[in-house]
C-alpha cells in the first residue's frame, strides 16, 4: 500500500499555552457538542418535560414511549414504512457513490495533467462554489425538466453527482501526490486507469471517505423540502419527508417527532464516527505541500 508522509512541524509551545488552547477546544466542543445531547436527551423524554419551559436540558425521567408511538404511527401510513428508508438509502448511495467517482475521475486530470483551459476551468469551478443551492434551484428545476426526470429519484441524485465541492477537494488533494510516484508507475507499464484506480485513490483515501460523508449526509436529508420540489408520487419520497409529516402533525405528536429527530441523525453520525480517521487526516494535510 502506498502512503505519502508528511513532514510534521514542531511547534514550540509553553505549557500555559497548551493549557490555554486545551481549555479554548473544550470549551468550543462543549458548545458544539449541546446541539446534539439535547436532541438524544428530548427523544428520551416523557410529553410533560417536553413541553416544559424552560426546557431542562438533560431527561430526567427517561421513557421509550415516544419511539412506541413512533412505530405505531407508521404502522398506519398507506406507504409502507420500509418504502420510505429503500428510496431514502437509494438516492443517499447511488448519488454518493456517483459523485465520489465522478469528482474523483475530473479532479485527476486537473490535479496532475497539464492541458489548455486547465486553470480557466478550475476557476469556474472554485466560481461555483459561492452559488447557494437556492440560487441555483430555479436552473435546476428547468433542468430537470427538460430532461423528464421530474418526479423520480434522479432529479436529486443527478445535481448532487455533478456539485463542484468535490471537485474541489479531490483535485487540491491529488495536487500533494508526488510527480515521481506517477512517473514510476509508467515507467512500470501502468496505464492512465491503472495509476488512477491502483496508485492515486489509494492515496487520496482519506479525501475521498471525506467526501462520502459529506456527500451522504447532504443527500440523506436531501428528500425533504427541497426533494419535494422534484417528487411528487408518494411512494417515491424519502424517510425525512415522512418524518416532516409527523411534526407537522401538531403538539400531539411532539414526542414521536424528538424520537424521529433523533433517528433521522443517526444514521450519518454512524457513518461520520466509523470514518472520522480519515476525515481529521484530510482536515489536518488539506492545502499542504511538500
Same mark, same amino acid.
Given at each position: 500500500?502506498?502512503?505519502?508522509? !508528511?513532514?510534521?512541524?514542531?511547534?514550540?509551545?509553553?505549557?500555559?499555552? @497548551?493549557?490555554?488552547? $486545551?481549555?479554548?477546544?473544550?470549551?468550543?466542543?462543549?458548545?458544539?457538542?449541546?446541539?446534539?445531547?439535547?436532541?438524544?436527551?428530548?427523544?428520551?423524554?416523557?410529553?410533560?418535560?417536553?413541553?416544559?419551559?424552560?426546557? @431542562? $436540558?438533560?431527561?430526567?425521567?427517561?421513557?421509550?414511549?415516544?419511539?412506541?408511538?413512533?412505530?405505531?404511527?407508521?404502522?398506519?401510513?398507506?406507504?409502507?414504512?420500509?418504502?420510505?428508508?429503500?428510496?431514502?438509502?437509494?438516492?443517499?448511495?447511488?448519488?454518493? /457513490?456517483? %459523485?465520489?467517482?465522478?469528482?474523483?475521475?475530473?479532479? #485527476?486530470?486537473?490535479?496532475?495533467?497539464?492541458?489548455?483551459?486547465?486553470?480557466?476551468?478550475?476557476?469556474?469551478?472554485?466560481?461555483?462554489?459561492?452559488?447557494?443551492?437556492?440560487?441555483?434551484?430555479?436552473?435546476?428545476?428547468?433542468?430537470?425538466?427538460? !430532461? +423528464?426526470?421530474? @418526479?423520480? %429519484?434522479?432529479?436529486?441524485?443527478?445535481?448532487?453527482?455533478?456539485?463542484?465541492?468535490?471537485?474541489?477537494?479531490?483535485?487540491?488533494?491529488?495536487?500533494?501526490?508526488?510527480?515521481?510516484?506517477?512517473?514510476?508507475?509508467?515507467?512500470? =507499464?501502468?496505464?492512465?486507469?491503472?495509476?488512477?484506480?491502483?496508485?492515486?485513490?489509494?492515496?487520496?483515501?482519506?479525501?475521498?471517505?471525506?467526501? /462520502?460523508?459529506?456527500?451522504?449526509?447532504?443527500?440523506? +436529508?436531501?428528500? +425533504?423540502?427541497?426533494?419535494?420540489?422534484?417528487? #411528487?408520487?408518494?411512494?417515491?419520497?424519502?424517510? @425525512?419527508?415522512?418524518?416532516?409529516?409527523? !411534526?407537522? +402533525? =401538531?403538539?400531539?405528536?411532539?414526542?414521536?417527532?424528538?424520537?424521529?429527530?433523533? !433517528?433521522?441523525?443517526?444514521?450519518?453520525?454512524?457513518?461520520?464516527?466509523?470514518?472520522?480517521?480519515? /476525515?481529521?487526516?484530510?482536515?489536518?494535510?488539506?492545502?499542504?505541500?511538500?
Amino acid at each position: 500500500m502506498i502512503t505519502i508522509r !508528511l513532514r510534521k512541524k514542531r511547534i514550540s509551545r509553553s505549557w500555559m499555552g @497548551d493549557v490555554f488552547l $486545551f481549555l479554548l477546544l473544550a470549551a468550543v466542543g462543549y458548545f458544539m457538542a449541546m446541539p446534539l445531547v439535547f436532541v438524544i436527551s428530548n427523544a428520551f423524554k416523557p410529553i410533560n418535560e417536553i413541553l416544559k419551559f424552560p426546557p @431542562d $436540558f438533560l431527561v430526567k425521567n427517561p421513557t421509550f414511549t415516544n419511539f412506541t408511538d413512533l412505530y405505531h404511527l407508521l404502522s398506519g401510513s398507506w406507504v409502507p414504512f420500509t418504502r420510505y428508508i429503500y428510496n431514502t438509502f437509494f438516492i443517499a448511495i447511488v448519488g454518493t /457513490v456517483g %459523485h465520489v467517482l465522478i469528482a474523483s475521475l475530473a479532479a #485527476y486530470p486537473l490535479a496532475k495533467r497539464k492541458f489548455p483551459g486547465k486553470g480557466f476551468l478550475f476557476t469556474i469551478v472554485v466560481l461555483s462554489l459561492m452559488f447557494s443551492a437556492t440560487v441555483t434551484q430555479i436552473t435546476n428545476y428547468m433542468t430537470m425538466s427538460w !430532461l +423528464g426526470f421530474l @418526479d423520480t %429519484h434522479w432529479a436529486v441524485i443527478i445535481p448532487a453527482i455533478g456539485s463542484s465541492l468535490g471537485l474541489y477537494l479531490m483535485k487540491q488533494f491529488m495536487e500533494q501526490i508526488p510527480d515521481a510516484l506517477l512517473e514510476a508507475a509508467q515507467i512500470d =507499464g501502468c496505464s492512465e486507469v491503472r495509476i488512477f484506480w491502483s496508485v492515486v485513490m489509494p492515496v487520496v483515501k482519506p479525501a475521498w471517505l471525506t467526501l /462520502v460523508i459529506f456527500s451522504f449526509q447532504g443527500l440523506w +436529508g436531501a428528500g +425533504g423540502a427541497a426533494g419535494s420540489m422534484y417528487i #411528487y408520487s408518494e411512494q417515491l419520497k424519502t424517510i @425525512d419527508y415522512a418524518l416532516s409529516q409527523i !411534526l407537522a +402533525g =401538531g403538539i400531539a405528536r411532539t414526542g414521536p417527532s424528538m424520537a424521529a429527530t433523533l !433517528l433521522l441523525l443517526t444514521v450519518p453520525i454512524l457513518i461520520f464516527v466509523l470514518s472520522q480517521s480519515s /476525515v481529521i487526516q484530510t482536515m489536518s494535510t488539506s492545502g499542504m505541500k511538500e
